[in-house]
């Protein structure tokens, strides 16, 4: 066995990677270990991939990487010690979720071998970017500075509903807002008789995005800190049916509803209500950007966000109709209806997330007439997809598998005219 990694193990304070890691699985100090993780392409997890997602001809960007939430009791040992050294009980701020991806990544990271009867079995099947749980049998190693697992054991996936009865304990918990937004909201006049509150939030840095070691995750939601520089307002509930056709008019939505969410505007019907709300208030209404509405749904803090802890707020309603508005409980921001089986559309255009730190991230829609309308959705629980779960999307279309509303921002100096985005 290496000396640098036995001193590795000293330093770590942990006798498991002495016992696990060695430079030849064949060497008596190898040792058969069980590990269930999240499986994906290596080429989700780099910083800096040398080849595009439809490209991907790179060697290393194809290699099938595990990063292990439980298993053996060396596994285990290891997963809890990176849990309590780096995960506060206040919860993560951006900062210390990046310092605990570093931690998993640098030592629970396994890239997986081709050879192994588990590791043929993955290989052979159809795998993405995207993170799939599975359970892994098979004999650790390290070489050339990397962990592998060469598996002689695959389970069966293990689907992402299952999966969270392998997160630490810290990982379910509430998430807990650092600081609260104003206590005195804004009220957006809508007509006469109609206004909607609008909270005003801080500045604030987060982690936008999804753990590599999270079940399941795609890789449009590359985690990367997100520092945003100005308050803005955002609306408590999305726009209802009654607040549109006040002001519109007409009502696009399928099923029909007072306080159901307006579904399907086109692109211009919601730039044009922006700017009439925008004008009667005298303050720049608009779409939140991708950035302000994924800070807003983790309330400021960073941490992983499993869907579990949103069963409450989940408003999709009986077969994915939806229900009315303030139907389900509120995060504790006060905004409601932010997770559902309906998309919501915010300002950006459909990207993949940027592997680099951001500060005010916003994607505008490109200029070209044809694709103007092409947006990011955010806010689907529908089949436990987490927090951090996009959707690239045009609207209205009538293919389309599920429906699309939208909330609104609001500038928090006010202006005399002004137009949404």
Request: aromatic share 10%.
């Amino acid at each position: 066995m290496r000396k640098t990694c036995a001193m590795a193990g000293l330093l770590m304070g942990t006798v498991w990677c002495v016992c696990v890691y060695a430079t030849n699985p064949e060497t008596p100090d190898s040792k058969e270990v069980t590990l269930t993780g999240a499986v994906m392409c290596n080429w989700s997890t780099l910083p800096d991939p040398k080849s595009t997602v439809k490209q991907r001809v790179n060697e290393e960007h194809d290699q099938l990487v595990v990063y292990a939430m439980d298993g053996s009791p060396e596994i285990k040992g290891e997963v809890d010690k990176i849990v309590a050294d780096y995960y506060p009980e206040k919860g993560l701020t951006g900062d210390e979720a990046q310092k605990l991806q570093e931690q998993w990544t640098a030592r629970l990271k396994f890239y997986i071998a081709k050879e192994g009867v588990g590791g043929a079995k993955l290989y052979a099947r159809r795998h993405d970017e995207s993170s799939f749980g599975f359970t892994l049998t098979g004999i650790v190693s390290e070489k050339d500075g990397k962990k592998w697992i060469t598996a002689n054991k695959c389970s069966a996936e293990v689907l992402p509903q299952d999966f969270a009865k392998h997160y630490p304990k810290k990982f379910m918990l509430p998430d807990k807002p650092f600081v609260m937004p104003d206590k005195e909201p804004l009220m957006l006049k809508v007509t006469d008789t109609l206004s909607l509150k609008c909270y005003k939030l801080p500045p604030g840095k987060y982690q936008e995005g999804s753990f590599f070691f999270m079940v399941k995750r795609f890789p449009e939601e590359y985690p990367h800190l997100v520092t945003l520089t100005k308050p803005f307002y955002l609306a408590e509930i999305p726009v209802t049916q009654e607040m549109y056709e006040s002001i519109m008019g007409a009502n696009p939505s399928r099923e029909k509803g007072a306080q159901l969410p307006v579904r399907d505007v086109s692109c211009v019907d919601r730039i044009k209500f922006c700017q009439i709300l925008s004008k009667k208030n005298g303050r720049n209404v608009r779409l939140p950007t991708d950035a302000e509405w994924e800070y807003a749904a983790r309330m400021g803090v960073s941490n992983p966000g499993p869907p579990e802890l949103f069963v409450d707020q989940d408003s999709s309603g009986p077969k994915r109709t939806g229900t009315p508005v303030k139907s389900k409980q509120p995060n504790a921001w006060g905004f409601y209806d932010l997770h559902s089986s309906w998309w919501e559309i915010v300002a950006d255009r459909g990207f993949y997330n940027p592997r680099t730190s951001q500060v005010d991230q916003f994607f505008p829609p490109v200029a070209d007439e044809a694709r103007a309308h092409e947006h990011r959705g955010r806010g689907l629980i529908a089949y436990n997809h987490l927090n951090a779960n996009v959707e690239f999307m045009r609207v209205p279309d009538p293919n389309f598998y599920a429906g699309v509303k939208f909330r609104l921002a609001v500038d928090v100096e006010p202006v005399a005219t002004a137009a949404g985005p």
